[in-house]
């Protein structure tokens, strides 16, 4: 079945400092890439939405220079929190749609980042 | 506009009891319809989905779902509970066709007690 990978699984790092997260489709081409954060117990939210060779959309609320987006290859797509502070703690879950057949999405076993 | 509600935060069972996960939509155009399972600290792991084919999904682990359209419905069941079915279950909705970001709905809890 259709693979999605995430590094790094979890990260702890000092305030003000930037973290970048991976997404890789491991066995199928995704033009678009999905960003989400979720807090505890709570669902996901979408942040934005990453297509690949373009500049992503993100969704409101969610500032675009704090979490830069790239998605360079059909099968890979970078999330990069810019001068992360305690609050950005969260748990990010990324997740690809296949770009052939329905389209469906697959999703990344996540990041947890911990801003100290 | 799209919405989703599952009817229940929290939904408790015995092992080798039946399992119903409600979910309810809203949706101006003929949707698709997604569960979605995630276990602690994990990524979403898809159960099944519904592609305006057959009504009744069947979906792994043996799960399936009912799309009813007159009810704006799409309940997940399993007809005999397992210990590792405890986990978080997402009801998810986009317009028809796939291509557009997936709505979620709150989650429903499911405990599974021996």
């Given at each position: 079945?259709?693979?999605?990978?995430?590094?790094?699984?979890?990260?702890?790092?000092?305030?003000?400092?930037?973290?970048?997260?991976?997404?890789?489709?491991?066995?199928?081409?995704?033009?678009?890439?999905?960003?989400?954060?979720?807090?505890?117990?709570?669902?996901?939210?979408?942040?934005?939405?990453?297509?690949?060779?373009?500049?992503?959309?993100?969704?409101?609320?969610?500032?675009?220079?704090?979490?830069?987006?790239?998605?360079?290859?059909?099968?890979?797509?970078?999330?990069?929190?810019?001068?992360?502070?305690?609050?950005?703690?969260?748990?990010?879950?990324?997740?690809?749609r296949d770009?052939a057949g329905f389209g469906t999405q697959?999703?990344?076993?996540?990041?947890?980042?911990?801003?100290? | 506009?799209?919405?989703?509600?599952?009817?229940?935060?929290?939904?408790?069972?015995?092992?080798?009891?039946?399992?119903?996960?409600?979910?309810?939509?809203?949706?101006?155009?003929?949707?698709s319809?997604?569960?979605?399972?995630?276990?602690?600290?994990?990524?979403?792991?898809?159960?099944?989905k519904?592609t305006?084919?057959?009504?009744?999904?069947?979906?792994?682990?043996?799960?399936?779902?009912?799309?009813?359209?007159?009810?704006?419905?799409?309940?997940?069941?399993?007809?005999?509970?397992?210990?590792?079915?405890?986990?978080?279950?997402?009801?998810?909705?986009?317009?028809s066709g796939g291509y557009?970001?997936?709505?979620?709905?709150?989650?429903?809890?499911?405990?599974?007690?021996?």
């Open positions: 079945g259709a693979v999605v990978s995430q590094h790094p699984s979890w990260v702890i790092c000092k305030s003000g400092t930037s973290v970048k997260i991976e997404c890789r489709s491991l066995d199928f081409q995704a033009t678009t890439m999905f960003w989400y954060r979720q807090f505890p117990k709570q669902s996901l939210m979408l942040m934005a939405t990453s297509n690949e060779g373009s500049k992503a959309t993100y969704e409101q609320g969610v500032e675009k220079d704090k979490f830069l987006i790239n998605h360079a290859s059909l099968t890979l797509s970078t999330l990069t929190v810019t001068s992360a502070h305690p609050e950005d703690s969260s748990f990010y879950i990324c997740s690809a770009s697959y999703f990344g076993p996540g990041t947890r980042l911990l801003v100290l | 506009a799209q919405s989703v509600t599952q009817l229940d935060s929290h939904v408790s069972v015995s092992e080798g009891t039946p399992v119903l996960l409600r979910c309810n939509y809203s949706s101006s155009y003929s949707p319809l997604f569960w979605y399972v995630q276990h602690p600290n994990k990524g979403l792991q898809l159960l099944l519904y305006s084919a057959a009504t009744l999904v069947k979906g792994i682990n043996g799960f399936e779902a009912e799309f009813k359209k007159s009810e704006t419905s799409f309940h997940l069941t399993k007809p005999s509970a397992h210990m590792s079915d405890a986990a978080e279950y997402f009801c998810v909705v986009t317009p557009n970001k997936l709505i979620f709905g709150a989650g429903t809890r499911l405990a599974v007690h021996p």
